[in-house]
């Protein structure tokens, strides 16, 4: 009997894209040095969370988006069946995250931002690119789920003081922070060499320039949501995470936030959205099964 089985594993669709979900969000957390966010400096803006909460968050939702990526497969199409039965894991899956950080709301805009991308590429996993999957996944968003409570959340409460609607239009718009800002400047930073890093800080600083981010609104209100947006476009004005200048700002905006007490946690989710689909759009392995 040997310790090691060291033939490849055979592992199914659902199961890869749970694995891209998870890494997506372990990637999100290291990622450094991000405004105001944890990672892996320290804490940023929170006093309740640290990396390792993130981490295991992260981990603990894996049975949930492999259960959404089988649903999916199961229903084979968008529909309202698939819809609730989404909501219904979400919620399940939201308890397992609270149950694994005791109570902290680590992932919840995640759960809902990868669950429904997670679920539109198993849909049709030959159709992985990020238009095609981001308007799967605005379809199922528009569906309304009747089983969903109505909780007053922080993005409702901002929502009735300041009319963002937060992750919900987001979603049901197709993702343009992800489409239009974030996946654009990954690769712009990328093909200018300026190494993979810098390339993803870069593509949550363009998240960051235009989000009307709930979590930074409900915690800093407009004063907050201004500073991120301008301290953003700041950064990649004098050259991006890659350059001195850029690096000098960033380091300000950081500051800036943490003094405001606005953690664009919101920007964050979608930054793990976008190297999710980053990497099904690259093929990654989502169709070939094999680890
Ligand atoms: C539709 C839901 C997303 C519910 O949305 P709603 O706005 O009503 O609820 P919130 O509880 O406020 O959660 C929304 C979270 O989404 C993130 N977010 C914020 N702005 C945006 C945006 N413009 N675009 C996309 N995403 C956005 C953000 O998540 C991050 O922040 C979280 C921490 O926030 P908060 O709890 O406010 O924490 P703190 O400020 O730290 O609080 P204190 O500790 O100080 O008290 C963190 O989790 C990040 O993830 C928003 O928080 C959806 O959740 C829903 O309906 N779910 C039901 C299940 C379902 O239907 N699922 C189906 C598909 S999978
Ligand atoms: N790195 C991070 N720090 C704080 N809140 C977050 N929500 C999602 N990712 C986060």
């Given at each position: 009997m040997h310790a090691f089985n060291l033939q490849p594993k055979t592992i199914s669709v659902a199961e890869r894209l749970a694995d891209l979900a998870v890494d997506a969000l372990i990637d999100e957390a290291d990622?450094?040095?991000?405004?105001?966010l944890v990672d892996r400096r320290g804490n940023g803006a929170h006093t309740d969370l640290h990396l390792g909460l993130m981490h295991a968050s992260a981990l603990s939702l894996w049975p949930a988006f492999k259960e959404m990526a089988e649903t999916a497969i199961e229903c084979g199409e968008v529909g309202l069946p698939l819809r609730e039965a989404l909501g219904r894991i979400g919620r399940e899956g939201e308890q397992a995250m609270l149950a694994t950080t005791h109570g902290?709301?680590?992932h919840r805009g995640a759960i809902w931002a990868l669950g429904l991308l997670v679920a539109a590429a198993a849909l049709e996993p030959?159709?992985?690119?990020a238009s095609a999957v981001t308007l799967r996944a605005a379809r199922l968003a528009l569906l309304?789920?009747?089983?969903?409570p109505r909780p007053l959340s922080h993005g409702a409460q901002v929502a009735q003081r300041y009319g963002a609607r937060g992750a919900r239009e987001e979603a049901q718009l197709g993702f343009p922070a992800v489409l239009q800002r974030a996946l654009p400047q990954l690769k712009r930073s990328r093909s200018l060499g300026h190494g993979e890093q810098n390339a993803r800080l870069d593509a949550l600083l363009a998240i960051m320039t235009r989000l009307a981010d709930t979590c930074v609104l409900y915690r800093a209100g407009e004063q907050g949501l201004h500073t991120m947006q301008s301290g953003a476009q700041a950064v990649l004005d004098a050259?991006?995470?890659?350059s001195l200048a850029g690096r000098r700002r960033l380091h300000e905006l950081d500051q800036q936030l943490i003094a405001l007490n606005a953690s664009p946690g919101g920007a964050a989710d979608l930054l793990a959205a976008c190297l999710f689909i980053d990497r099904i759009e690259s093929g990654a392995g989502v169709t070939q099964g094999v680890c």
């Open positions: 990622l450094s040095p991000k405004p105001a902290v709301n680590t030959e159709s992985s690119g309304d789920d009747r089983y969903a050259g991006g995470s890659a």
